[in-house]
């Protein structure tokens, strides 16, 4: 299990973290459950990359979880250290994509959907010049831009959640 704290993530050491391991985790099905008959269906399996800890107050979450051949990312958001206009924003948030996308075997190109969260949706159109240049163009997702008055942190601007196929 990688074990990382809120900060290390969003301070952008995701990256080498996730690639430096995962855990394995099996999740529990229907044989597992009392007064269930067993059946011939195997172990459902998970992969969970990037546990956070809890350290100070953060929630635990796994950046990326894998299940069969789908990929799930939590809402990956720009270094609040870092924390620039709209367009440096949305970069590091799609840096971090593809990184998290990677450590899971799969790429930008088999997104299959994309939840997106601005703070002012005023920003839309410089938000979607960064994107536009970053997504494949031949694949791309279905995608959803949504107006959130307030992100985790002070000074966020975007939000991105996505699922890929492997």
Not at 13 to 20: K, N, Q, R, V
């Amino acid at each position: 299990m990688v074990d990382m704290t809120r900060r290390e993530v969003v301070n952008g050491f995701a990256g080498a973290a996730i690639t430096a391991g995962a855990a394995t985790a099996s999740a529990a099905n229907a044989d597992d459950l009392p007064g269930r008959q067993p059946t011939a269906t195997p172990s459902m399996s998970i992969r969970r990359y990037g546990i956070t800890d809890s350290a100070g107050g953060n929630p635990i979450i796994s950046l990326a979880t894998v299940h069969e051949r789908l990929v799930y990312l939590c809402g990956v958001t720009a270094d609040p250290a870092r924390l620039g206009d709209i367009k440096d924003q949305t970069k590091q948030v799609l840096e971090r994509i593809d990184r998290l996308l990677g450590a899971a075997g799969t790429t930008k190109s088999n997104l299959l959907t994309v939840q997106v969260w601005l703070t002012n949706m005023s920003h839309f159109q410089e938000h979607n010049s960064m994107w536009n240049e970053w997504v494949d163009p031949k694949n791309p997702p279905a995608r959803a831009c949504l107006h959130s008055p307030q992100l985790w942190q002070p000074k966020m601007l975007v939000e991105i959640m996505a699922v890929a196929a492997k």
